[in-house]
């Protein structure tokens, strides 16, 4: 008898974007703006034709998005299996694929025993009912017994550490109550398959090293298997000792974890090398022209993400047309949210740098310790000036900083998430 537990053939998800061009709404906000005229002028009509807000004025376009395609892998029995790859290269959903949330649009899944997810804070749980009756919900969900649930009741419950809130409704709960409880309840109701994405981020360090170690006894002792999402490379090569690596929604790699983790490493160094903003639109002399943005870690590797609390270099390359020597040299970038409002901006002439460029071409780096930021996508834009004259300014974000959850404070307590983007620091006392 096969010992395969889950077998991937061919497959495919594919999406349809659609684009729609609403010229009503367009009409609408004129006519808005030519009745607000008219009222400020006395009535005067200002309207130079009628608009009709019927006649056929929105086009759309599609466009097919294949968010995996021709995925294929194997697991057995008792593998404890990363899976890796960059924001967008499919991981999540081939997860929810496996979990059965979505149906694939091609290929084949043979999924052989139960599956328990945790894909995100909060699911599979009902947030009016109570941590106790979800506890017993998720078993129901699982095809458990009410005298199976029962005699786990009491160690997922020790796990968790919510004893004094399990007759409180779990939309009380903090994030990281939710996701202690989430876990015990996946890890501890006997899944044959336990899947688990990023959602350890949110948490203490305790506890995530705890999951860590639970995970490793569900498929050491017990011979259950686990997919474990990351990108904890550390955490990856701990726990995994298998990967399946995804890019842009195909399987690049599956097998050992050291390589894959090598393999995806050299990935992530071939594109921060070859990352261009040189096409982006620009103002400013032309002295120095800004053509890259990176990351490195505090060991020089470069890297797509940080995480609160840990040291973060900033790479920013550039050329020059001429090579003349440009002196008092100041860089500086700004840090954005989503929406655009700036967090932070930072001159190094602000901190006493300048620097001396003489190079065709050459990087200026800003090493920052302790970075502190809040989980979140932060996106940088930059200026370059010489002797106060703006020398380059590209027009739009050169990059983003993708911050995970850390250890800020250095107290072992990770997250702060959604409560502000700038974590501060300072001397407290009392007099």
């Known amino acids: 008898?096969?010992?395969?537990?889950?077998?991937?053939?061919?497959?495919?998800?594919?999406?349809?974007?659609?684009?729609?061009?609403?010229?009503?709404?367009?009409?609408?906000?004129?006519?808005?703006?030519?009745?607000?005229?008219?009222?400020?002028?006395?009535?005067?009509?200002?309207?130079?034709?009628?608009?009709?807000?019927?006649?056929?004025?929105?086009?759309?376009?599609?466009?097919?998005?294949?968010?995996?395609?021709?995925?294929?892998?194997?697991?057995?029995?008792?593998?404890?299996v990363g899976i890796i790859g960059r924001n967008g290269a499919g991981k999540s959903t081939l997860l929810k694929i496996l979990s059965r949330i979505t149906e694939p649009t091609k290929g084949r899944i043979t999924i052989d025993g139960r599956v328990a997810s945790l894909l995100e804070v909060g699911t599979g749980f009902h947030s009016e009912l109570s941590g106790r009756e979800n506890i017993y919900l998720n078993g129901a969900i699982l095809g458990m017994s009410r005298v199976?649930?029962?005699?786990?009741?009491?160690?997922?419950?020790?796990?968790?550490?919510?004893?004094?809130?399990?007759?409180?409704?779990?939309?009380?709960?903090?994030?990281?109550?939710?996701?202690?409880?989430?876990?015990?309840?996946?890890?501890?109701?006997?899944?044959?398959?336990?899947?688990?994405?990023?959602?350890?981020?949110?948490?203490?360090?305790?506890?995530?090293?705890?999951?860590?170690?639970?995970?490793?006894?569900?498929?050491?002792?017990?011979?259950?298997?686990?997919?474990?999402?990351?990108?904890?490379?550390?955490?990856?090569?701990?726990?995994?000792?298998?990967?399946?690596?995804?890019?842009?929604g195909r399987t690049k790699f599956a097998g050992e974890t050291r390589t894959a983790i090598q393999m995806y490493s050299g990935n992530l160094q071939e594109s921060m090398n070859s990352s261009d903003i040189s096409s982006l639109s620009r103002t400013g002399s032309g002295a120095v022209i800004l053509t890259s943005f990176s990351l490195e870690n505090g060991e020089g590797n470069n890297?797509?993400?940080?995480?609160?609390?840990?040291?973060?270099?900033?790479?920013?390359?550039?050329?020059?047309?001429?090579?003349?020597?440009?002196?008092?040299?100041?860089?500086?970038?700004?840090?954005?949210?989503?929406?655009?409002?700036?967090?932070?901006?930072?001159?190094?002439?602000?901190?006493?740098?300048?620097?001396?460029?003489?190079?065709?071409?050459?990087?200026?780096?800003c090493k920052i310790e302790n970075f502190p930021f809040s989980l979140g996508q932060y996106f940088v834009g930059t200026r370059i000036v010489i002797n106060g004259i703006e020398a380059d300014w590209p027009r739009g974000y050169v990059g983003s900083i993708n911050v995970e959850s850390g250890d800020f404070y250095k107290h072992g307590t990770f997250g702060n998430a959604g409560l502000g983007p700038l974590l501060l620091s300072g001397d407290w006392d009392s007099r």
């Open 303 to 365: 890297v797509i993400s940080t995480s609160s609390g840990e040291t973060v270099v900033l790479v920013f390359g550039y050329k020059c047309p001429e090579q003349t020597v440009k002196r008092n040299v100041s860089l500086g970038f700004s840090l954005h949210n989503s929406v655009g409002d700036v967090l932070s901006l930072f001159y190094s002439d602000y901190a006493g740098s300048t620097f001396e460029i003489s190079n065709y071409e050459g990087q200026i780096r």
């Open 148 to 248: 199976e649930i029962k005699r786990k009741f009491d160690e997922i419950v020790d796990f968790a550490e919510v004893e004094r809130f399990l007759d409180t409704p779990v939309k009380r709960y903090s994030s990281g109550m939710y996701v202690r409880l989430a876990f015990a309840v996946a890890a501890h109701l006997e899944p044959e398959i336990l899947i688990v994405d990023e959602v350890l981020a949110v948490g203490d360090a305790e506890f995530q090293k705890k999951c860590l170690g639970k995970m490793e006894d569900v498929s050491n002792k017990e011979g259950r298997t686990v997919l474990f999402v990351s990108h904890n490379m550390g955490a990856i090569e701990r726990l995994c000792d298998r990967a399946v690596m995804l890019e842009n």
């Open 1 to 80: 008898m096969s010992d395969t537990v889950i077998k991937v053939e061919n497959l495919g998800k594919k999406y349809i974007l659609s684009h729609l061009a609403d010229k009503r709404e367009q009409l609408f906000s004129s006519l808005l703006v030519n009745k607000a005229k008219s009222f400020f002028n006395g009535g005067k009509k200002v309207l130079s034709s009628p608009l009709s807000l019927h006649s056929p004025s929105t086009s759309s376009t599609e466009e097919e998005f294949w968010a995996l395609n021709d995925v294929s892998f194997e697991i057995k029995q008792g593998d404890r």
